[in-house]
Nanobody
Framework: QVQLVESGGGLVQAGGSLRLSCAAS????????VGWYRQAPGKQRELVGT????????NYADSLKGRFTISRDNAKNTVYLQMNSLKPEDTAVYYC????????????WGQGTQVTVSS
């Protein structure tokens, strides 16, 4: 089973940008789609957006449209989350996971990558 590992988090000032990476341990073509999620302190994990591997079709949480962009580089077996105009409320641990046919996460959750946005 392909494992996904997140990286690229860090501390950024409000208004700044970060690009997160989600690297697959094997061929990313074994995955139907990848979802990015985030979990802020004291809150439930929420879906940020998804991308299909074959066609690169994306969907985003309504509140994040226009600021966040998901892309993939199949040759590098990597999915990216570009985050622009960051706000303090974007502070969270960000995770990626493989999605099954029903669009639900089917892999094990990794450690994620911490994103902290200072005001």
């Amino acid at each position: 089973q392909v494992q996904l590992v997140e990286s690229g988090g860090g501390l950024v000032q409000a208004g700044g940008s970060l690009r997160l990476s989600c690297a697959a341990s094997g061929s990313i073509f074994s995955i139907n789609a990848v979802g990015w999620y985030r979990q802020a302190p004291g809150k439930q994990r929420e879906l940020v957006g998804t991308i299909t591997i074959a066609f690169g079709r994306t969907n985003y949480a309504d509140s994040l449209k226009g600021r966040f962009t998901i892309s993939r580089d199949n040759a590098k077996n990597t999915v990216y989350l570009q985050m622009n105009s960051l706000k303090p409320e974007d502070t969270a641990v960000y995770y990626c996971n493989a999605l099954g046919a029903l669009g639900r996460p089917i892999g094990s959750w990794g450690q994620g990558t911490q994103v902290t946005v200072s005001s």
